[in-house]
């Protein structure tokens, strides 16, 4: 099920202006940019999106004016996650009202429910749409791991098609490779270990480093999957020091600084998140500065 969504998926920023609101032209420029660098797959109003800022509305007019700006040319796939039941499955019906290509569901943050009350959830929210949905275990920053008995038995629900796996653990996700059935694909969600992951029998990542280095991530997965793993790892090698400078700070501040600085105007985040500055922010402009040479030759 892989190709509905593509390989490199990029969880999108959400522009806003000075004033904190929504910039939605800049959205549509962003999403025909990414296009263009390689990404198969958008998440819009993702976390990386800054979700638990958006409203309801600013949500669904994101996915409409990326669905526009697309036209077609890669899956857009809707953040319609949340820690309360409801207003997920209300959200999604709304993501697949306005017409998506699939749907993101982050593990509830902070209420941390058992592994049966994470099953029931995502079960319930699943059963609000016919889109394929896409799992995201990021334990790191919800206060809750999705663990690998969880997923697999959510693997069994038709349209519950991939994971986005950024919970670091890669004996957890080695299981949830071995175990799963046909047609569930697993997707890094950390670009660092993507290539570790590639080994273990993901299909792809979603990514933040796209957002910068789309055909060069484009091109790393290529070359393992051709067979050429040496490779794969000195491009993911040249792009190390990048998947790690774009989390010096809590995601989405960094890239976001990043995309500024490369003439991107995506503004800052919303608060209670705030700009990159001081010596995070110099130190990221040295690293965009040295890969404005790299990148160019990393493929």
């Known amino acids: 099920m892989s190709e509905i969504l593509g390989t490199l998926i990029t969880a999108m920023v959400t522009p806003f202006d000075d004033k904190g609101e929504v910039k939605y032209s800049t959205a549509a420029k962003l999403a025909r940019h990414l296009v263009d660098h390689g990404s198969t797959g958008l998440v819009v109003s993702g976390t990386t999106g800054e979700s638990p800022t958006l409203t309801a509305v600013e949500k669904i007019e994101l996915c409409r004016v990326v669905l526009e700006a697309v036209q077609g040319k890669a899956a857009v796939i809707a953040g319609t996650g949340s820690n309360c039941t409801a207003a997920a499955v209300e959200l999604t019906e709304k993501a697949t009202a306005a017409g998506v290509d699939g749907i993101l569901l982050v593990t509830p943050y902070y209420n941390k429910p058992t592994g049966e009350g994470l099953y029931h959830h995502f079960r319930a929210v699943a059963g609000a749409t016919d889109l394929p949905v896409m799992l995201y275990n990021v334990p790191g920053r919800t206060g809750v ?126 608060p209670p998140l705030l700009p990159l500055e001081g010596a995070k922010l110099a130190g990221l402009d040295r690293l965009m500065r040295l890969y404005e040479r790299r990148l160019l030759s990393a493929t």
């Open 145 to 270: 791991n999705l663990s690998a008995d969880t997923v697999l038995r959510l693997a069994e629900i038709k349209n519950i098609i991939a994971l986005k796996e950024a919970g670091g653990n890669l004996e957890q996700a080695a299981e949830i490779c071995a175990g799963a059935p046909p047609g569930f694909s697993l997707y890094s969600g950390d670009d660092a270990l993507t290539l570790p992951l590639l080994s273990l029998g993901a299909v792809g990542v979603v990514s933040v480093a796209s957002h910068l280095a789309g055909p060069q991530i484009a091109a790393m997965m290529k070359r393992y999957k051709e067979g050429r793993p040496a490779e794969a790892t000195r491009l993911h090698l040249e792009l190390l020091p990048l998947f790690q400078g774009l989390f010096v700070a809590a995601n989405p501040i960094p890239v976001k600084a990043a995309l500024n600085l490369s003439g991107m105007e995506v503004g800052p985040p919303r």
